[in-house]
T-cell receptor, first 112, second 115 residues
Framework: QKEVEQNSGPLSVPEGAIASLNCTYS??????FFWYRQYSGKSPELIMF????GDKEDGRFTAQLNKASQYVSLLIRDSQPSDSATYLC????????????FGAGTQVVVTP | DADVTQTPRNRITKTGKRIMLECSQT?????MYWYRQDPGLGLRLIYY???????NKGEISDGYSVSRQAQAKFSLSLESAIPNQTALYFC??????????????FGQGTRLTVV
């Protein structure tokens, strides 16, 4: 079992709609959770981080964390063509000194 | 200028050749990492370093070595390149913010092709 799992997609979303991305993790010791956006051939770009159960909103993005169920999700509201990218979920265990464990990523395609 | 700089950006090399990928940072961070990315596999950790005297293997270190020449420089070497090391390589740094959170910064990536 992979430590961090995501659906690979592609997730096709009409422009203006909500994109919903899910991520599950296996290590209950995971404490910090991140969403990165990566355009093809480019480096990952941090868009959200969350540490506590519940929701965290930043502009059009909302991260949701449920430690009991071991999943973290990302909602993208009012999706734009520029949101078309691969979204990587990453976790850090509290004893891992900042080592990020990545999922394989979900490709999102926003269609006009 | 980028805070985390990788050189070269693209490289094609032959099987059996030794190659070095270099990373330098101006963030002043102690922690540095090398990841590789393959299609459908996400980023996987090769090596990491928490200071000049501290080098640690990641999950896929076989066939690679690293050198931490200074706080700002962390190099990755492929002693004898093989085709399945063809991948996109990323260097990263991280630090703990004043609020106790970890923040990571990535270089632009090096696309390596071994033929």
């Amino acid at each position: 079992q992979k430590e961090v799992e995501q659906n690979s997609g592609p997730l096709s979303v009409p422009e203006g709609a909500i994109a919903s991305l899910n991520c599950t993790y296996s290590d209950r010791g995971s404490q910090s959770f991140f969403w990165y956006r990566q355009y093809s051939g480019k480096s990952p770009e941090l868009i959200m981080f969350i540490y506590s159960n519940g929701d965290k909103e930043d502009g059009r993005f909302t991260a949701q964390l449920n430690k009991a169920s071991q999943y973290v999700s990302l909602l993208i509201r009012d999706s734009q063509p520029s949101d078309s990218a691969t979204y990587l979920c990453a976790v850090i265990r509290d004893d891992s000194w900042g080592k990020l464990q990545f999922g394989a990523g979900t490709q999102v395609v926003v269609t006009p | 200028d980028a805070d985390v700089t990788q050189t070269p950006r693209n490289r094609i090399t032959k099987t059996g050749k030794r190659i070095m990928l270099e990373c330098s940072q101006t963030k002043g961070h102690d922690r540095m990492y090398w990841y590789r990315q393959d299609p459908g596999l996400g980023l996987r950790l090769i090596y990491y370093s928490f200071d000049v005297k501290d080098i640690n293997k990641g999950e896929i270190s076989d066939g690679y070595s690293v050198s931490r020449q200074a706080q700002a420089k962390f190099s990755l070497s492929l002693e004898s390149a093989i085709p399945n090391q063809t991948a996109l390589y990323f260097c990263a740094t991280s630090d703990v913010t004043r609020t106790g959170n970890t923040e990571a910064f990535f270089g632009q990536g090096t696309r390596l092709t071994v033929v």
